[in-house]
């Protein structure tokens, strides 16, 4: 079936650090999304990207979408400790909230 | 405006029993899905409506599980007889008509089945 895999599941950094995950689809998307979830929250739309090599910022947070609209990365610049969460993309493959999750990255920030 | 709410936060209920979750979307939202993530893993679709019609349904596990949106407003989902590997979070997301850009998510409810 359909899969989204994201690495790593886990990453712990000092605060100041650069943090990435990145997500890889068995399959071409139409689009893809992240969300974030604190820890004992729900998930929180971020961003979502549509076209081949869109690339997106937000402050300190820059989202790619790959070429091939396979694969997909956040990139999270000097992290705080408000960026401690666990951060979820997922791919859609029409115009519907349907999406295929990843199964997540849990950072960690160490003041 | 009021968020997706979701009822109960928590439920504990015994292998066999029946539980039922509730959904309050956010007013307006015609879309209303319901996702569920186990032990930790990756939040998985179960189904989607639009409106009071089942617009997908290809998540559901198996028929041990029924959701259902009389009126096109809030959603249940029934889960009878619980498994063990029903366990975990079930959340419901809506979003307004035509293009999906986002997911509104409500907090969750944490199912456990002992």
């Known amino acids: 079936g359909q899969q989204v895999m994201q690495i790593p599941q886990y990453q712990h950094v000092q605060e100041g650090e650069d943090f990435t995950t990145y997500c890889n689809s068995s399959?071409?998307?139409?689009?893809i999304q992240w969300y974030k979830q604190r820890p004992g929250g729900h998930p929180v739309f971020l961003i979502q990207?549509?076209?081949?090599?869109e690339v997106k910022k937000q402050k300190r947070l820059t989202f790619q979408f790959g070429e091939a609209k396979k694969n997909s990365s956040l990139h999270i610049t000097a992290t705080q400790t408000t960026d401690v969460g666990t951060y979820f993309c997922a791919g859609g493959k029409g115009n519907t909230g349907k999406l295929i999750f990843g199964q997540g990255t849990t950072l960690q920030v160490k003041p | 405006e009021a968020g997706v709410t979701q009822f109960p936060s928590h439920s504990v209920i015994e292998k066999g029993q029946t539980v039922t979750l509730r959904c309050d979307p956010i007013s307006g939202h015609d879309n209303l899905y319901w996702y569920r993530r186990v032990m930790g893993k990756e939040i998985k679709f179960l189904l989607h409506?639009?409106?009071?019609?089942?617009?997908?349904e290809s998540g559901m596990p198996n028929n041990r599980f029924l959701a259902e949106r009389t009126g096109g407003t809030y959603s249940t989902l029934k889960v009878q007889p619980a498994e063990l590997e029903d366990s975990g979070v079930y959340f419901c997301?809506?979003?307004?008509?035509?293009?999906?850009?986002?997911?509104?998510f409500g907090s969750g409810t944490q199912l456990s089945v002992l």
């Open positions: 997301a809506s979003s307004q008509e035509s293009i999906v850009e986002k997911l509104f």
């Open positions: 990207l549509v076209k081949s090599g």
């Open positions: 399959t071409t998307l139409s689009n």
């Open positions: 409506f639009v409106k009071e019609s089942k617009q997908d």
